[in-house]
């Protein structure tokens, strides 16, 4: 059965009602699961561990009866690590190191400067005390999540970083576990959904509370993420995965239907859309799609995902190609082209940029060094990828001379009054000299 996918061309007069009806997606709050997650954050935060329990063992079919067996003991990681096939283990190390040279650089350095009259002005950093991690569990294993997140949280220094994880039916993930002992996580509970989140923020008995929850999940965890926001920090709200591709025709097809595979395959309402100036390259995609799909474990999902969300976008030059982009803002953008770079300067949101013909947006999911969590939903436009900054926090250094005192109090005092703040500008005055 042929793919139906679309096909848009930037001449057409409805092509920008065509595109932002590609890019809508329907993020209205389901309020009947809202509710049900907010009456699960209220019960854990009033009942602790036993809400905990309780829904642990509704949920994931366990058999708790004790708060301290949702904890695995760290020699429960090492283990998971020690049993990995060595080409498993050579793997995940790898990346592992790829993910924390890459963090080393981003590390956010303090700073002052001295004014002429002695006045110093600076910042401090500062990590985040503790850190909550989430990691889906069950069917799904995703080792790569928990180095991306954690090892940039540990370059940062972040002193308590607490995993959470389901274990439907008490099973676990050796590479999950491995990846969480080679990242240097400290901590490790096995729960997961709403009532995690709520442990994590709240805090109960055995499960201390966090200062920022990181990490990907279903929707009643993204809900829950969303509704203790305030109490907590998070890194975002993502959506479904992104991927789009432009390509001048000059990129072996089967290459570029492969790389929209590789995000459609995540689920349903992924979106994998190809930009190019070929009409002809844009037809030997579309047929490489087909020829290539039956091929593929998840081609029903995938089938889904390219003609519920997906495109083929003809365009007049690659220069409208990054307007388009631009306008997009999409997660992961490959700029399969040959000279990547003069593109790049005109690309101004995306999460994630892969240049060139032989850089699969795939290396970054799992070990080109970058973090693999990124702004979703055009949220580039005014969101990065989670980094070391995100587990760093800034604080302003201010200590100022007594001719710093005098001269800045003067304009405080003018302005405060002008507020009608007027001990504000007393306080100010009473260091001024005459």
């Given amino acids: 059965m042929t793919l139906s996918i679309k096909n848009l061309n930037t001449n057409s007069l409805i092509f920008q009602e065509q595109l932002q009806s590609l890019l809508a997606w329907d993020e209205t709050d389901d309020l009947d699961i809202q509710q049900r997650v907010l009456a699960i954050l209220a019960d854990v935060r009033s009942n602790g561990d036993a809400a905990v329990i309780n829904y642990t063992n509704r949920f994931d079919q366990r058999s708790i009866s004790h708060a301290s067996e949702l904890e695995l003991p760290k020699a429960a990681l090492q283990a998971a690590w020690e049993s990995l ?18 963090a ?15 006045t110093v002005l600076g910042q401090k950093i500062t990590p985040l005390d503790s850190v909550g991690l989430y990691v889906p569990g069950g069917k799904a294993a995703y080792p790569s999540s928990v180095l991306m997140n954690a090892i ?45 989140v709520a442990a994590l923020a709240y805090g109960t008995a055995t499960i201390p509370a ?35 591709v432009i390509c001048d025709g000059k990129t072996n097809p089967d290459w570029i239907a492969m790389d929209l595979f590789s995000q459609a395959e995540h689920d349903e309402n992924a979106q994998a859309i190809l930009i190019s100036d070929d ?17 593929m474990e998840r081609a ?61 947006e795939a290396l970054g999911d799992y070990c080109a060094g970058p973090n693999h969590v990124l702004p979703t939903s055009s949220t580039a436009r005014f969101s990065s990828p989670l980094g070391v900054y995100d587990f760093q926090k800034r604080t302003s250094l201010i200590n100022c001379s007594a001719a710093g005192a005098d001269s800045l109090g003067k304009i405080a005092s003018v302005l405060a009054r002008g507020e009608s703040l007027t001990a504000h500008a007393r306080s100010a005055e009473f260091r001024i000299k005459n």
């Fill in 85 to 102: 096939p060595t080409a498993q283990a050579e793997a995940l190390q790898t990346a592992a190191e790829r993910i924390r040279a890459y």
């Fill in 104 to 118: 080393e650089h981003q590390k956010i350095q303090p700073w002052q400067y001295t004014e002429a009259d002695g």
């Fill in 152 to 196: 940039p949280a540990k370059v940062a220094g972040v002193a308590d970083l607490i995993m959470v994880v389901p274990t439907p039916n008490g099973e676990t993930n050796a590479l999950v576990l491995a990846a969480a002992y080679i990242a240097g996580v400290d901590r490790v509970f096995t729960i997961g959904g709403a009532q995690a």
């Fill in 210 to 244: 966090v200062a920022k929850i990181v990490g990907p999940g279903n929707i009643y965890v993204a809900t829950a993420k969303k509704l203790v926001f305030g109490t907590v920090g998070i890194d975002m709200i993502a959506g479904p995965s992104e991927i789009l």
């Fill in 279 to 295: 009409s002809d390259f844009l037809a030997a995609v579309e047929a490489s799609i087909n020829a290539l799909l039956p091929t």
């Fill in 300 to 360: 029903d999902i995938i089938r889904a995902s390219l003609s519920g969300r997906g495109a083929l976008i003809k365009v007049q030059n690659l220069d409208e190609a990054a307007e388009v982009a631009n306008t997009i803002a999409p997660e992961h953008l490959e700029l399969s082209v040959e000279n990547p770079e003069i593109l790049c300067e005109k690309i101004r949101h995306a999460g994630a940029i892969f240049m060139g013909r032989y850089t699969a």
